[in-house]
């Protein structure tokens, strides 16, 4: 069975300060893990994904993300944020070598103050 | 990257009425085309997975009589909310993927938003 976690549901920071939105998985098996966003409205965009390649892994908008095995950990960063990155972050992971459907975290508001 | 346009965008219908909305892989053969419904800052449930030209596989709890779900070809699929009333309220979001063999990438549409009247 694979489950994901994201930590927080709503993260606030000021513009130009580090974004860090946490996720956790559960998985029996390499898992491929992404991160999507959503703006109000709208459907989801991926933003980076990993699929046992490099285990760190840029993305768009200066998004990054850090595969930890040890920690089972996909936390996803920004170095400086923009008022245009608020919007809803979800974390998914997909069982490779499963039925590919993938599982989403329950999702994380991005608040950026100016 | 791969495109997939979702149809209408926003739609307002009274209680009783049948709602269809349309999944378009524009760039691509979408094997595989999921629709979730998304309840307001709540995360993503995944309705039911649909696979051309077979039946769709409907989750636990999702009434199949009710959201009617038909993929008739690799670029098309359509969910048909019957008989709709204020509770099918909702957030519409389609997706598709390639394949089986590919990483699992999924491709949204910009989402439907449903109200019942």
């Known amino acids: 069975a694979q489950s994901v976690t994201q930590l927080g549901s709503h993260v606030s920071v000021s513009e130009g300060a580090l974004v860090l939105l946490r996720c956790n998985y559960s998985s029996s098996v390499p898992p491929y893990l992404f991160w999507y966003v959503q703006y109000p409205n709208q459907g989801l965009q991926l933003l980076l994904k990993y699929t046992s390649a490099a285990t760190l892994v840029k993305g768009i908008n200066g998004f990054e993300a850090e595969f930890k095995k040890s920690e089972t950990s996909f936390h996803l960063t920004k170095p400086s944020a923009h008022m245009s990155d608020a919007a809803e972050y979800f974390c998914a992971v997909i069982t490779s070598g499963g039925s590919y459907i993938p599982t989403f975290g329950r999702g994380t508001s991005l608040i950026v103050h100016p | 990257g791969a495109v997939v346009s979702q149809h209408p965008s926003w739609v307002i219908c009274k209680s009783g009425t049948s709602v269809k909305i349309e999944c378009r892989s524009l760039d691509f053969q979408a094997t595989t085309m999921f629709w979730y419904r998304q309840f307001p800052k709540q995360s993503l449930m995944l309705m039911a997975t649909s696979n051309e030209g077979s039946k769709a596989t409907y989750e636990q709890g999702v009434e199949k009589d009710k959201f009617l779900i038909n993929h008739a070809s690799l670029t098309l699929s359509t969910l048909t909310v019957t008989s709709a009333h204020p509770e099918d309220s909702s957030f519409y979001i389609c997706?598709?993927?390639?394949?089986?063999?590919?990483?699992?990438?999924?491709?949204f549409g910009e989402g439907s938003r449903l109200t019942v009247l």
């Open positions: 997706s598709a993927t390639l394949s089986r063999a590919n990483t699992g990438e999924l491709f």
